[in-house]
């Protein structure tokens, strides 16, 4: 097999698992996308790939900053600590093991919610400040999903017209 053909179709795989990563936080997705397009540009080593992974680095990194702002902006304005995410995304990760499918949306949740109330003493508080840091989360992670996707897109784009001019 071609080392071009090989490489496509790893850096696809690659591609395809950071855009999970995106979802699940235990991988670093819009990272590995990056990397995964870096190593397409100098595998194919031509114009094509040099604009994907220009395009897509700009993408996915925008995708990255956008899912830290949204994210840190609203915690920061409802004065939640970075601490209650850890936690919920530490026992998102141990509810990821005990819980099949959804143990990892389960497990944050409550580890959020733990957190806040052990901070805040008071549950309905707790309630509060936990619902705005999960709505806070997901719109960090769909923004950094769209552009994974974005980023994703335009390596297949760039894939076929590779192959179709190579």
């Known amino acids: 097999m071609d080392l071009q053909v090989f490489m496509t179709v790893v850096c696809g795989a690659l591609i395809a698992v950071g855009i999970a990563g995106v ?30 992974f220009a395009i897509g680095t700009v993408l996915a990194g925008a995708g990255l900053g956008a899912g830290v702002v949204l994210t840190g902006r609203t915690l920061k304005q409802r004065r939640i600590p970075g601490r209650s995410v850890t936690i919920g995304v530490l026992l998102g990760v141990v509810g990821m093991f005990v819980i099949p499918v959804v143990g990892l949306f389960v497990g944050f949740a409550l580890g959020l919610f733990a957190s806040e109330y052990a901070r805040q003493r008071d549950g309905r508080a707790a309630v509060t400040s936990s619902l705005h840091a999960l709505k806070a989360t997901g719109l960090g992670i769909l923004a950094e999903l769209a552009l994974a996707c974005l980023a994703g897109t335009t390596w297949v784009i760039g894939v076929w017209v590779y192959f179709a001019t190579a």
Do not use: D, K, Q, Y
């Open 23 to 52: 979802v699940v936080p235990i991988l670093p997705g819009s990272i590995l996308i990056i990397v995964s397009l870096l190593t397409w540009a100098l595998t194919v080593a031509s114009t094509e790939g040099w604009v994907v």
